[in-house]
């Protein structure tokens, strides 16, 4: 498909677990975001890239997240040793580019994540 | 500095009405004034921009009011209709990162 593809969809793990959740950003697109959604939340800003690297990562809630950019395309959000609060929807969104023209994002449909 | 509030919370309306959800911001450098509407289980979805220099921008049924001087903006749903049921959330940008509001869930009844 075109649009912006994440995976899993939905993951239940046990507190203490790593999860590793993937983002295929829309091809071309430079910029790619990734945010949270707890429920009925807004999103909560967590990184940014510009390519591979990420200018803003100061969302990022403790050290027990982290997240990568390869190729240009493809990012991975890492969270270690799971807390039960992590338990949200996690949004990967792209845009053709970033800094001061980002322009329109366009979201995935979300990683659903629960820690139990 | 960052925050963006949005209300009202949760919003019914009859069809055929007029929704208003509005919004406000304290960052004056803020350059973007999106509008995103996101149905369950989707993501969000661009409905609506506006940049500071002018005051409304109007696409169809939607539009956008803008105040700079009151660092307000608001979406405006025209002849609201049952399939405009989704959660809305503005935002605001300078640069790279879109600050978004909390959120309001809108109901259309038929």
């Known amino acids: 498909g075109a649009g912006v593809s994440q995976s899993p969809s939905n993951k239940v793990t046990e507190k203490g677990k790593d999860v590793e959740l993937r983002c295929d950003p829309i091809?071309?697109?430079?910029?790619l975001y990734w945010y949270r959604q707890s429920l009925g939340q807004g999103l909560e800003f967590l990184i940014y890239?510009?390519?591979?690297?990420?200018?803003?990562k100061s969302g990022l809630p403790s050290d027990r997240f982290s997240a990568e950019r390869t190729g240009g395309s493809v990012s991975t959000l890492t969270i270690q040793r799971t807390q039960q609060e992590d338990s949200a929807v996690y949004l990967c969104?792209?845009?053709?580019?970033?800094?001061?023209?980002?322009?329109?994002?366009?979201f995935g449909e979300g990683s659903r994540l629960t820690v139990l | 500095q960052q925050q963006v509030k949005q209300s009202p919370q949760s919003l019914i309306v009859q069809k055929g009405g007029i929704s208003i959800i509005n919004c406000a911001y304290e960052?004056?450098?803020?350059?973007?004034f999106p509008w995103y509407q996101q149905f369950p289980g989707k993501g969000p979805a661009l409905l609506i921009a506006?940049?500071?220099?002018?005051s409304e921008k109007k696409e169809g049924r939607f539009t956008i009011s803008f105040n700079k001087s009151a660092k307000q903006f608001s979406l405006h749903i025209m002849d609201s209709q049952p399939g405009d049921s989704a959660t809305y959330f503005c935002?605001?940008?300078?640069?790279?990162?879109?600050?978004f509001g909390e959120g309001t869930q809108l109901t259309v009844n038929p």
């Open positions: 935002a605001a940008s300078r640069g790279s990162r879109l600050t």
């Open positions: 890239f510009q390519g591979n690297s990420a200018p803003d």
């Open positions: 960052n004056t450098a803020f350059d973007y």
């Open positions: 506006i940049r500071p220099d002018v």
């Open positions: 091809s071309g697109h430079t910029a």
């Open positions: 969104a792209s845009s053709l580019f970033g800094g001061s023209n980002t322009g329109e994002l366009f």
